[in-house]
C-alpha cells in the first residue's frame, strides 16, 4: 500500500480537506466527540463532566505535544526543508536520532497527534479522521519505503529489516552515526505543531472555542506562509543552480 505521486505531492492540501471535512461533520453530529467520551466516563447527569472533559482536552493536548516532540527530533535530523518540500527526496538514508527507533518518525508522531486533534471533532468527525489520516499516513511511508528502497537498495532493505515502520522500538534498532541535530530550524519548522499543541493547552483551560480557533487560526496563518517562503527559496536555490 503506497500513496501515488499526487497524493504525496499535494498531501498538505488532502490532510488539510480531511479536517476540513471531519470538523464539518459537526453539521450532521452534534455531539462532540469529547461530550460523548465525557458522559461515557462519568454519566449523563453527572456534575464531573466539566472536569471530565478538560481532562480529556489535557490528554489530548499531552497527545498533539508528543507528536510535536517526535516530529521536531526528526525534523532536527532530516531538517525541514525536506520534511514540508513536495518532492519525496530519496538519495540520504537518515539512521540517526529518532530513525533508530522507527523508519518513519514524523508520520508516527502525526498519527499519534492526529488521535489529540481528533478529539476536537463530534463523534462522527473522530472516526472519521482517525481513519482517513492513519490511512494516508500509512500510504504515505509506504511511497517513501519503495523509493527508499529503489534508490538505496540493499542498504536501505537492511535498515528495513532492522528498524520498524511505524510503531518504535523502545531500544535503537542501528548504531548513531554521529550526526548532529539542527534543532532550531526543526522548532521553526515545526512551530505550527508547537501553536496547534497552545491552542489545545488554552482549550483544556477555558473550554472557549474561541480562544481555541483563534490561535488554530493563527498557527494554519503561519504554515501556509512558511510554505510561500519554502517554495520561493526553493525556486530560488534552482534558478541559481
Keep these: 500500500m503506497k500513496a501515488t505521486q499526487f497524493e504525496f505531492r499535494y498531501r498538505a492540501l488532502l ?17 462532540s466527540a469529547i461530550a460523548a467520551l465525557s458522559r461515557w466516563i462519568v454519566g449523563a447527569n453527572s456534575p464531573q463532566q466539566i472536569i471530565t472533559a478538560k481532562l480529556i482536552v489535557a490528554f489530548a493536548t499531552a497527545l498533539v505535544a508528543f507528536g510535536a516532540f517526535v516530529r521536531t527530533w526528526g525534523a532536527a535530523y532530516l531538517q525541514s526543508s525536506v520534511v514540508h518540500d513536495a518532492k ?21 508522531g502525526s498519527i499519534v497527534a492526529n488521535i489529540g486533534f481528533a478529539l476536537m471533532a463530534s463523534r462522527t468527525g473522530f472516526f472519521f479522521i482517525l481513519v482517513l489520516m492513519t490511512l494516508l499516513y500509512l500510504r504515505l511511508a509506504g511511497r517513501e519505503d519503495k523509493e527508499l528502497e529503489a534508490s538505496q537498495g540493499e542498504r536501505y532493505r537492511e535498515f528495513a529489516r532492522r528498524v520498524p515502520r511505524l510503531w518504535p522500538s523502545l531500544k535503537p534498532r542501528v548504531p548513531a552515526t554521529g550526526a548532529k541535530p539542527r534543532w532550531g530550524q526543526a522548532f521553526g519548522g515545526e512551530a505550527f505543531m508547537w501553536a496547534f499543541t497552545a491552542a489545545l493547552a488554552v482549550f ?15 498557527a494554519v496563518v503561519f504554515l501556509f506562509a512558511e510554505t510561500i517562503v519554502h517554495n520561493r527559496r526553493r525556486k530560488k536555490e534552482a534558478a541559481a543552480a
Design 15 to 31: 490532510i488539510g480537506l480531511i479536517y476540513g471535512a471531519g470538523y464539518w461533520l459537526y453539521a450532521a453530529d452534534h455531539v
Design 204 to 218: 483544556a483551560i477555558s473550554l472557549s472555542l474561541k480562544l481555541l480557533w483563534c490561535v488554530i487560526g493563527a
Design 88 to 108: 519525496l527526496h530519496s538519495a540520504e538514508l537518515v539512521a540517526d536520532g529518532p530513525y533508530r527507533h522507527v523508519r518513519h518518525p514524523l508520520y508516527f
